[in-house]
């Protein structure tokens, strides 16, 4: 498929031609230009037209004065909603051990050492 660009060209006397450029031509060729790996010179080149002129309107581009076609291949975004995290109980204050064996409740000093916990309640399943 063949693409027609139209572009205006005008001589003044004693200066250089000047084309005028619609805008529709130019932000195709800017989007051109944006393409990853895309050389702005190269681009330029091809279209017959200096590098300085091709940076003047990326930069009319981003300052929302040339306004872009959308990308062939536009990749579209889905908003996302986190629900913030659940809070958990704070988890029980440990206190005292008990072993409750029967109708026996033995209270452990607080911080009793797992080793000490283990011990004992060893020498109450030897007991039993």
Do not use: C
Request: charged residues 25%; without cysteine; aromatic residues 4%.
């Amino acid at each position: 498929m063949e693409t027609t660009l139209e572009f205006l060209t005008t001589r003044e006397p004693g200066r250089a031609v000047h084309r005028h450029w619609p805008d529709e031509v130019k932000a195709k060729i800017v989007s051109e230009s944006l393409r990853p790996g895309t050389k702005v010179s190269e681009v330029a080149q091809r279209y017959g037209l200096r590098a300085k002129s091709l940076f003047t309107w990326r930069t009319m581009a981003r300052q929302g004065k040339l306004i872009l076609p959308a990308p062939q291949d536009a990749v579209e975004f889905a908003a996302v909603i986190v629900d913030p995290p659940v809070s958990e109980p704070p988890p029980k204050a440990v206190g005292r051990p008990e072993i409750v064996l029967g109708p026996v409740t033995i209270r452990l000093e607080e911080g009793a050492s797992v080793a000490r916990i283990a011990a004992i309640a060893r020498a109450l399943a030897a007991a039993t």
